[in-house]
């Protein structure tokens, strides 16, 4: 990793605004680096670890001072980062959770990134979508009509809320308000039961909302 340094020429002020004609220069060069990406990968090898001077780079490179241009950035990607991979997009890639990335699935990101929703409330368009999204899911799973859901960013994300949820119902089963007294103090102690072979998460999820 390479940045600026004091002795360098400083760049001209961040500009805020950005034409119509700049941004779609700007996606068609991100297209080109995403695309070659994801085209080459299957003639390489399923896994390229990282060099050990990259790595170095990256762990010693100190904060940047200013700005850097976006096409030094885009060039920093196809050097430093895209040739060594998780591994997880190869079609020889097997028996892991991660799945591949999918060109349909990085255009989505894109636009959802593009809006920027916050989807806390308000009558706004991505608020109707996740709404109509869990109701899918609900259908698709049998669950009653009135059961509700929400998106979130992950497995360990939805393993967090899961347990949390589960914890009010059953602290409040039990005569225990958390919200307003916490888990202290009670004569009844919550339980947790996994198996044997419950992933990692539940357990370091367990300790967050408290059991």
């Given amino acids: 990793m390479s940045f600026p340094t004091d002795d360098e020429p400083s760049l001209p002020p961040a500009r805020w605004h950005w034409s119509r004609e700049e941004m779609r220069d700007l996606g068609r060069r991100v297209a080109d680096a995403i695309a070659d990406y994801l085209a080459d990968l299957p003639e390489k090898p399923v896994l390229t670890p990282v060099p050990p001077d990259v790595a170095k780079a990256f762990a010693s490179a100190p904060p940047p001072r200013q700005g850097t241009p976006i096409d030094q950035l885009l060039e920093e990607f196809r050097r430093s980062v895209a040739p060594y991979p998780f591994g997880n997009g190869h079609p020889r890639f097997h028996g892991w959770v991660n799945p591949p990335p999918h060109v349909v ?13 916050s989807v806390a ?15 899918w899911f ?11 859901g929400l998106l979130v960013s992950g497995g360990s994300v939805a393993t ?8 009010h119902v059953a602290a409040a089963r039990g005569g225990i308000d958390v ?33």
Avoid at 160 to 167: D, E, I, P
Wanted: aromatic letters at 4%; charged letters at 20%; one cysteine or more.
């Fill in 121 to 135: 409330g308000g009558n706004h368009a991505a608020v109707h979508l996740e709404h109509q999204v869990v109701r």
């Fill in 105 to 117: 699935g990085v255009v989505a990101s894109a636009l959802a990134a593009a809006m920027n929703p």
């Fill in 179 to 211: 919200r307003a007294s916490g888990l202290q103090g009670h004569s009844r102690r919550l339980v947790l039961y996994v198996g044997e072979e419950t992933h990692s998460c539940v357990r370091k999820f367990a300790d967050i909302p408290g059991s």
């Fill in 160 to 167: 967090l809320t899961a347990l949390t949820v589960a914890r």
């Fill in 138 to 148: 609900r259908e698709l799973a049998g669950f009653p009509e009135a059961s509700r």
